[in-house]
């Protein structure tokens, strides 16, 4: 059975190697922070937990302080050439993104291979007499065997040398820097929020504004607050929480009796929005700037949020009516 503790083993060690890699190269003159933070990185993954809470929260203020003071470097690891990468993609052409489309692909075909067979009386997919994914997010699990398999298919057909997917994988998180485990850390303080009753105390806040009988005010007022909580912290995973505590669960699901799988499936797509809305959200709006080596970056961000702000817009509303007419159907 494959389990999202063999994805974690998978993440430590691909960190370990490129905290590793990272120490070995003497070019990159922040290469010791690199190590560092890839290392600390890779700790998180492989014994996070067996750590206790102290702990992992040393580990995250280390994090913090390393990449705040200072930040990475970047490491130019020799793969191949410029020429070499031009050459190579002008003769293979567009078949290059076959290799990206495998992971979801393979995604999408496991995850339909644990949904469908119940459905129909039959037993899931089983590996040596087991199921072949834990319980545990198996849509996780089905991501990572999708990577797995573009990276297998990638060396089949391309045959670049061993350690290339390696070095170009330490290229492109030393570019993106710290904001690779933006979404992780933000995730998490959504849930010490939720601990701390942030959400409760922004239910009581609401309360008194929201009609209590009104399942569209209801509605909007969830939707809208993920995408301001999700623009405020930058991450929808961390305003999830809150906002499910704050309205989803004590008035549209409990008091309303609204479904709880259609409020957060669609509450989670209303988050993005606000994903789109906010340079906050460095992995979306910031990176791209960065791995495209734009010249004035900030310039660049706005030009980025200012070309999605109408899109997140209306999908906000979207969403919003989308809720409404799902919600209490179910």
């Not at 993106?176 to 485990?181: E, K, L, T």
């Not at 734009?294 to 899109?311: H, M």
Request: proline content about 6%; aromatic content about 8%; charged content about 10%.
């Amino acid at each position: 059975m494959i389990t999202l503790a063999h994805v974690y083993l998978l993440m430590g060690a691909l960190f370990a190697a490129w905290a590793a890699a990272s120490a070995l190269d003497r070019e990159n003159r922040k290469r010791w922070r690199n190590t560092a933070f890839w290392g600390l990185v890779a700790v998180s993954f492989l014994f996070g937990d067996r750590l206790s809470d102290l702990a992992n929260g040393c580990l995250v203020i280390a994090l913090a302080l390393i990449a705040g003071l200072g930040g990475l470097g970047l490491g130019r690891p020799r793969t191949t050439s410029p020429e070499e990468r031009a050459e190579r993609a002008e003769r293979r052409g567009d078949g290059l993104f076959g290799v990206a489309l495998v992971v979801p692909a393979v995604t999408f075909a496991l995850t339909l291979a644990l949904i469908l067979p119940p459905l129909f009386g039959l037993p899931a997919p089983r590996l040596g007499g087991r199921p072949l994914l834990g319980a545990e997010q198996p849509n996780v699990v089905a991501l990572a065997l999708g990577c797995v398999a573009a990276l297998a298919v990638g060396m089949a057909w391309l045959k670049p040398r061993p350690l290339v997917p390696l070095q170009e994988g330490r290229r492109l998180v030393d570019s993106v820097g710290w904001a690779v485990v933006l979404p992780q850390a933000l995730a998490a303080l959504g849930g010490v929020f939720a601990a701390a009753g942030v959400g409760k105390a922004v239910g009581a806040l609401t309360a008194g504004w929201i009609p209590q009988d009104s399942a569209f005010a209801a509605v909007a007022a969830y939707t809208c607050g993920m995408a301001m909580f999700t623009a405020i912290m930058g991450n929808a995973f961390a305003a999830f929480p809150i906002m499910t505590a704050a309205i989803g669960m004590p008035l549209i699901v409990q008091h309303l009796h609204g479904d709880p799988v259609v409020m957060a499936a669609i509450g989670m797509l209303s988050g993005f929005c606000g994903t789109l809305l906010t340079p906050m959200a460095a992995n979306y709006n910031v990176v791209p700037a960065v791995l495209l080596e734009l010249p004035d970056r900030n310039a660049a961000l706005n030009g980025v949020i200012r070309a999605q702000a109408p899109t997140g817009l209306i999908l906000l509303g979207v969403n919003t009516l989308l809720m409404y007419a799902l919600v209490f159907r179910f």
